[in-house]
Structure formats: structure tokens, C-alpha cells
């Protein structure tokens, strides 16, 4: 059975930096492109970056570009996400969710029970 | 970026009452849209891909239909477990969720 477990979240200051951790296992976890998801207090799903299972390739949403950096470590099967810059509005809880396939982001077909990022001063 | 509007953002229903959910995308993304299920303290669940493919284990009464830019989802009889936020995912560009519909029990 595939399970995703997060870790890393925690309470920040604005401008500052956390990074997240997704340990993942019952998945052979090169073959599959990964992503981060979002959803902030009383709002909606928001899809934040996603990462190749093929090439490594990365994607990312233009709220957190050039701020937050998505990395893997096939070797532990581990996703990260790397968050610099931390503004108030980047509060929420934070997904780690498998893709279908090799690519994405497409279909999020297994998903992590999330790891709560607060930043406030 | 492609923006997904979604309709209602919450309804009210009694049980074996047919709900309907609408997404329409900001451009053509044929059928690469996705739609979820979140209850409440839940991680988010896939139940619909590629507009109207229901994934297996789901039950029969969801449904999806659409391409393009309008979208609909369907529950042909309400059921009580039902209560939770759904919502649209769009793919033919990177990623975005529609804003969610809260459907709860009249």
C-alpha cells in the first residue's frame, strides 16, 4: 500500500524558510512524478509545485516561483520541498501527492495526511 | 494561467436528490480535468479523471461529463457519506484546483 508521510512543518516568521520532508513507501518511488499541494484556513485546494519521475524535471505555481524549490532523493524516497521567503499568505497545510505516472502534474492519485506551515510574526 | 471557475460554492440536498457541480475553464483544456473528494479532516480523494473515466473503487453514482471549457459532476442519488468539498483540477497546463463545493445534507 502506498503511503506518503510529511514532516518539517512548523511555525515561521515572515521571510523565513522551512523545508518540507515526504518519506514515501509500497511504491518503487523513481517511477513517479510528485507534487506538493496546498490549502490555506477556510480556503481551496492550490496546486504548488511538481517534480518528474522521469527526468527530474520541476514545475512550479507562479505565487511560489523563484521562492520555493521541489527536489527528490530517490535513493530514500524522499520528496522535498525547499521554502525561502515565507510570506503570511503561504499558511496552510501541505500535501505530498503521488502522480499516475511518470510525468505530471496530471492525475494525484495518492495523497500524504499533510504538514501544517505557519508563518506569522 | 488557466483559471477554473467552479459552481456552486455550496449546496444544500436532501439524500437520493441528483447534484450537479459545474467547472468551466478560462480556456480550451479538452478533457484534461480531474475531480476530487475532501471530507472534512481527510486528504483529498481522485474520483473522477479525464473528464468522465470514474477511478476504480469509486461508486457508480458519481459521474463526470464535458470538454473543452465546461464541465459538469454528477451524484445521481445523494448519499449521506457523501458530505464533503468537491472539486475540479485542470492539467492541460501545469495545475489548478476550481475554488471548491461544499455540499452538505438538507
Known amino acids: 500500500e502506498v503511503q506518503l508521510l510529511e514532516s518539517g512543518g512548523g511555525l515561521v516568521q515572515p521571510g523565513g524558510s522551512l523545508r518540507l520532508s515526504c518519506a514515501a513507501s509500497?511504491?518503487?518511488?523513481?517511477?513517479?512524478?510528485m507534487n506538493w499541494v496546498r490549502r490555506a484556513p477556510g480556503k481551496g485546494l492550490e496546486w504548488v509545485s511538481g517534480?518528474?519521475?522521469?527526468?527530474?524535471?520541476?514545475y512550479y505555481a507562479e505565487f511560489v516561483k523563484g521562492r520555493f524549490t521541489i527536489s527528490r532523493d530517490n535513493s530514500k524516497n524522499t520528496l522535498y520541498l525547499q521554502m525561502d521567503s515565507l510570506r503570511v499568505e503561504d499558511t496552510a497545510l501541505y500535501y505530498c501527492v503521488k502522480d499516475r505516472g511518470g510525468y505530471g502534474p496530471y492525475h494525484f492519485d495518492y495523497w500524504g495526511q499533510g504538514t501544517l506551515v505557519t508563518v506569522s510574526s | 494561467d488557466i483559471q477554473m471557475t467552479q459552481s456552486p460554492s455550496s449546496l444544500s440536498a436532501s439524500v437520493g436528490d441528483r447534484v450537479t457541480i459545474t467547472c468551466r475553464a478560462s480556456q480550451d483544456i479538452s478533457n484534461y480535468l480531474n475531480w476530487y473528494q475532501q471530507k472534512p479532516g481527510k486528504a483529498p480523494k481522485l474520483l473522477i479523471y479525464d473528464a468522465s473515466y470514474l477511478e476504480t473503487g469509486v461508486p457508480s453514482r458519481f459521474s463526470g461529463s464535458g470538454s473543452g471549457t465546461d464541465f459538469t459532476f454528477t451524484i445521481s442519488s445523494l448519499q449521506p457519506e457523501d458530505i464533503a468539498t468537491y472539486y475540479c483540477q485542470q492539467y492541460e497546463t501545469l495545475s489548478t484546483f476550481g475554488g471548491g463545493t461544499q455540499v452538505e445534507i438538507k
Open positions: 517534480i518528474s519521475g522521469a527526468d527530474d524535471s520541476t
Open positions: 509500497g511504491l518503487i518511488f523513481s517511477d513517479y512524478a
